[in-house]
């Protein structure tokens, strides 16, 4: 028997992750019983030090180093006692963002380079199918104008290298890619709904590195 399916959704903020995830799984969608979870975990929120560091909120900073173990534990922990039994027992998960926004966001404020996130990260578990959401700087910062804004994501060059970060992973991985500016909610709904319609079924699980994963 194949097993369930690990879907992934990212792409900046603003550009349209929650709207199509609460379309697809709509009452009368059938999408209703597809497993809802997000990244970062709620154990990374519940952080003092975290907060502190990236979320604009007062205290002691976390160092990014440290934040990439925690980030990493909190993962792995997530796979061994959520993820991979309930894929085990054929559930289906809609991923809000998973681990690529946090690349994104040490790419965006150059803290560290792809190819050192990529390794650090690599024994993370590889979706079956991660969709791009993208829109234009200029689109972005037009949605966020109404919007309470971290003080990085006014940075004009944070903003680039993050969404050159997601143009960088689309290729190595071969995501798929929709244009949510562009496209209105319903045709973009319709077109995750074909991509997801796509997935081969699959007992396999491989990691980030593309090996077959080892829990």
Known sequence: MSRGKLIVLCGIDGSGK????????????????YIQMKHPPKAWYENQRIAAAYLDQPGEKISDAEELIITHDLRKEEEKKEIIPLLRN??????????????????????????????????????????????????????????????????????????????????????SIIDTEKNDLNEVVRLVQKEIEQIVPTEDFYNLGKELYKE
């Open 90 to 175: 054929n559930k289906n998960i809609i991923f809000h963002r998973y681990i690529f926004s946090l690349y994104a966001y040490h790419i965006g404020k150059e803290n560290y380079s792809l190819d050192y996130l990529s390794k650090f990260y690599a024994d993370i578990l590889l979706p079956d199918k991660v969709i791009y959401l993208k829109i234009s700087i200029d689109e972005f910062y037009r949605r966020f104008q109404k919007k309470e804004q971290l003080s990085y994501q006014k940075e004009k060059k944070y903003v680039e290298n993050v969404m050159n970060c997601y143009e960088t992973l689309a290729g190595l991985y071969n995501w």
């Open 18 to 33: 929650t709207s199509v995830i609460n379309e697809l799984v709509k009452k009368d969608k059938i999408y209703t019983d």
